[in-house]
């Protein structure tokens, strides 16, 4: 009994962990499948409105009929967070992201937006939603970490250095190599550097997202119904930018290609599925966990990049991407470390039962090991005092 208790809270643990390492998979195969329709000519604004309408089809179901009953009341102000929440994520994060990934590559995209935790730290500490106490090794780890990542970024923006040559990606040619005419270098340059600007906006507005929904969740609680409305809000904000910013009703033309299985696939694994995902995850560990393991993604899409796509690694990118990865795991260790002491002190503070029996006062202490043991015996570990008496008074008169 005791080994099946300690194998479930175990598997309880990890389910955070499990839940976002396997987002980072999902968020890898998108970043490879839109730069292919990205090169292919699609528009980003399309794909943005594409993307968020498949979104809300797939989870509005799921909302209407789990949430019917437990959905919070609508209210003036939870309805303009939502907006803001529409406006951040599927207009301006992604909108600035597709257009950065087409500049820029698939790895370096990913790698600029391992700044999102560090960045996330920052915000969550002006909301308030983070405390600093410079005198602890874990909010020096954090701050530490927090500045390394932001330098790192720094160095891949301005630095480029020479192309490291990988052994499989030697023997395998660019797609586009055939067709597309060679830009100069400095325009190439100049296109980076343009890119890297709009991925660090676009992280600045992610990161913005998640701080909002978890303000946001902790008074509309309804998870799927808040993905679905910030999925169905974007769809018609990104409808009215996109009617801005494209003329040509060709742009709009989707057939049974790569276009539409970009769309799809971002829609449905990583809006609806990720916010929903996101949001469980962030109401148990906060903001600043579930940002934290972008690194793998970066490492994903580095590997499926090469083989696929032939994709370029440069030497600057290397560099930068490592000290980004130091320090968000310094951010992270610094967060485990926050997480363990605040389980310890809730473990500490223990329910006190108070009861009452004749001349008995019972003071039960409850605590993770003893309801372990009461699975079995359901019994609870006992410290007795007794009360001392009072002395009784006597009513009667005094005899003469």
């Known amino acids: 009994m005791e080994g099946e208790g300690c194998l479930g809270k175990f598997i309880q643990s990890a389910k955070p962990y499990i839940a976002i390492i396997s987002l980072q998979f999902g968020y890898a195969g998108m970043n490879i499948i839109t730069k292919v329709s990205l090169n292919r000519g699609m528009s ?23 949430e019917r009953k437990v959905r919070p009341k609508m209210t003036f102000p939870i309805f303009m967070q939502i907006f803001v929440l529409g406006l951040l994520g599927p207009v301006i994060d992604q909108n600035l992201y597709y257009a950065g990934l087409k500049f820029t590559s698939p790895t370096f995209s990913c790698a600029m937006s391992n700044m999102l935790p560090a960045m996330t730290f920052v915000m969550a500490v002006l909301c308030r939603m983070e405390k600093i106490n410079i005198k602890r090794v874990r909010c020096q780890a954090k701050v530490i970490g927090t500045m390394v990542t932001v330098a790192g970024a720094m160095l891949m923006t301005l630095y480029k250095g020479h192309i490291i040559n990988l052994v499989w990606s030697e023997h395998i040619v660019h797609p586009r190599s055939s067709h597309v005419p060679q830009t100069t270098a400095a325009a190439a340059d100049e296109d980076w550097v343009k890119g890297s600007i709009l991925l660090i906006i676009a992280t600045l507005a992610w990161a913005s997202f998640f701080i909002l929904q978890a303000i946001t969740l902790k008074r509309y609680t309804a998870h799927l119904s808040l993905t679905t409305l910030v999925c169905f809000l974007g769809t018609l904000q990104s409808m009215a930018v996109t009617f801005v910013m494209e003329h040509k009703p060709s742009v709009w033309r989707i057939g049974w290609d790569m276009n539409l299985l970009a769309a799809a696939y971002a829609g449905i694994v990583t809006s609806s599925l990720a916010y929903y995902v996101q949001g469980l995850v962030m109401k148990k560990r906060g903001p600043v966990f579930v940002t934290a393991f972008s690194p793998l993604m970066m490492i994903i899409v580095a590997i499926m990049g090469s083989f696929i796509l032939a994709e370029k690694i440069y030497v600057g990118g290397v560099i930068g991407a490592v000290l980004i990865v130091v320090g968000l795991y310094s951010v992270l260790w610094g ?23 004749n001349q008995m006062l019972v003071i039960i202490e409850e605590n993770d090991i003893e309801m372990q043991k009461a699975e079995a015996n359901k019994t609870a570990l006992a410290i007795a005092a007794p009360i001392p008496q009072q002395p009784k008074i006597s009513m009667e008169a005094p005899k003469v």
């Open 335 to 357: 967060k485990y470390k926050e997480y363990k002491e605040k389980e310890a002190t809730e473990t500490i503070r223990e329910p006190v039962k108070i009861t009452r029996n």
């Open 44 to 66: 980003h604004y399309v794909l943005v409105v594409y993307r968020h309408a498949f979104a809300t089809a797939v989870i509005a179901p799921f909302a209407l009929v789990l």
